[in-house]
């Protein structure tokens, strides 16, 4: 069964930091893109960031460019987030899939996505 | 970046018949050398994490039963499910990934009448 697990969410202020890890299992993990997309309470869905199967590309949306990192372990099956210089409008569950793009430089669709991880920037 | 919309905001169907979502995109999503329109469909349920049900503009995800099915090109794309279920209550989002950054629908919330 194809898992993505979701952790290191939590209630920080803002300017502070967060590094969010996803767990995956089910599949290959270093042969697929992943990204994050994050969804703000009551919100819709916001692509944040991706990074291909060999970290060769990564991208990420203008608003988190310089202050989220997006990395990855191919030898622990592991996705992370590093966020730093969080605002309230980070406010959001945090969510990993994988990114089906057709090709390595692109970002594609994502499936399937883990259960997310929430992240509340409030003083 | 590419701006999606989508109508209606909300619609409540009736058991068994027909729900239509409309998806428009702020250009278009294919590329002339390539016979493929670059959008995706997602379920979303309440308290769960969304669902692919549609990528390629018309192909069915894995396991999506075939009462869901998309169709369209260029900038206008249509999700449509037939038979509406009571599983199937939940908010419907389209995605572009023609252009960085991939951007989604404000999404469709589908109810029963």
């Known amino acids: 069964e194809v898992q993505l697990v979701e952790s290191g969410g939590g209630q920080v202020k803002p300017g502070g930091s967060l590094r969010l890890s996803c767990v995956v299992s089910?599949?290959?993990?270093?042969?697929?893109?992943l990204s994050w997309v994050r969804q703000a309470p009551g919100k819709g869905l916001e692509w944040v960031s991706s990074?291909?199967?060999?970290?060769?590309?990564?991208k990420y949306v203008d608003s988190v460019k310089g202050r989220f990192t997006i990395s990855r372990d191919n030898a622990k099956n592991s996705l992370y987030l590093q966020m730093d210089s969080l605002r309230a409008e980070d406010t959001a569950v945090y969510y990993c899939?994988?990114?089906?793009?057709?090709?390595?430089?692109?970002?594609?669709?994502?499936?399937?996505w883990g259960q997310g991880t929430l992240v509340i920037v409030s003083s | 970046d590419i701006v999606m919309t989508q109508s209606p905001d909300w619609l409540a169907v009736p058991l068994g018949e027909r729900a239509t979502i409309s998806c428009k995109s702020s250009?278009?999503?294919?590329?002339?050398?390539?016979?493929?329109?670059?959008l995706a469909w997602y379920q979303q349920k309440p308290g769960q994490p969304p669902k692919l049900l549609i990528y390629?503009?018309?192909t069915r995800g894995s396991g999506v039963p075939d009462r869901f099915s998309g169709s369209g090109s260029g900038t206008d794309f249509t999700l449509t499910i037939s038979n509406l279920q009571a599983e199937d209550v939940a908010v419907y989002y389209c995605?572009?990934?023609?252009?960085?950054?991939?951007?989604f629908g404000p999404g469709t919330k589908v109810d029963i009448k």
């Open positions: 899939a994988r990114d089906l793009a057709p090709y390595d430089f692109e970002v594609g669709w994502f499936d399937p």
């Open positions: 089910g599949f290959t993990f270093s042969s697929y893109a």
């Open positions: 995605q572009q990934y023609y252009s960085s950054p991939v951007t």
């Open positions: 390629w503009a018309s």
């Open positions: 990074i291909n199967s060999r970290s060769s590309y990564i």
């Open positions: 250009q278009g999503l294919s590329y002339s050398s390539k016979n493929k329109n670059y």
